[in-house]
């Protein structure tokens, strides 16, 4: 028995391991301007009464989520995540750019959580909830003092459903949230001719986010690893307004073209976390 006990915490250590490494690989491989930047899932996992998680971690900026059971059943939560970086990026051509980042989102909402017999997922969870962000980003190739200014906000709501178990020494669970976006402004323009500025009205789509995580507990601190990916489920076409500026003399002349385009809200998430559970209550 404690031989096998021995192989399955190694074989949720390599899988924490693992999913540590592809969170960090996004950051190399998807090349886009960012602006819509889905944050990692909340799973806390509860499982009793007057039961506090804490959370601080990286992914999409540092983030801070909390989260409390206050019945047997039912748990309120927040969570806020702040970026002011600079991103290193690759396009797919190779071309080396950075992303100047100074973004924050912010979002809460209730939680619902039971107990089952299913030895692998015995404790299951489901979320509803909504939340805010703001995008301002520069981005630049390398080597070039000019870019492109990316400047939005949007809402979203979201639903999303959660199974996992917890040992003494390591955690893992599965997520799938289902999120909507509404862009409240979206407007972008480069800084080589600043003259034509650009927008978007009334951007919204629906994401399916799948998400994995594992976790492995020390000295009472779970240390946890999460990658997912948000995969878009309806992308209607949306109005692009591009404004160009010229002036004659004195006299300002504007020029405005109006097209529709299609855009795919789609991300991958990543996120590494410390991870912390306060039971105010020991369990009967």
Known sequence: MNRIQGVLKLQQLRCSIFIALVVLLPSKLLAQKE??????????????????????????????????????????????????????????IGDRYDVDRHDFVIKG??????KTENAEFPIIEAYVGTGITKIDNYWYFKGDTDGEVTQARYWSVFGQFNAGKRVSESEYGLG???TYSQYI?????????????????????????????????????????QVGVGIPLIAPSVERTDTHTAYEGTTEIRTVINSEEKIRLYSFIGRLSLQYKLNFNKKR
């Open 35 to 92: 602006f819509y930047t889905p944050k990692s899932l909340l799973i806390p996992l509860h499982d009793q009464k007057n039961q506090l998680h804490l959370s601080i971690g990286r992914g999409g900026g540092y983030d801070f989520n909390l989260s409390y059971a206050f019945t047997d059943k039912l748990a309120l939560f927040s969570a806020a995540t702040f970026d002011n970086d600079t991103k290193k990026r690759i396009s797919i």
């Open 109 to 114: 909402g209730l939680g619902y959580f039971t």
């Open 176 to 178: 799938l949230r289902f």
């Open 185 to 225: 402004d979206f407007s972008f323009y480069d800084t080589y001719s600043a003259s034509t500025k650009s927008s978007y009205k009334k951007l919204r789509g629906l994401t399916a986010d799948p998400a994995i995580s594992a976790g492995y507990n020390l000295y009472g601190v779970n240390i946890n690893a």
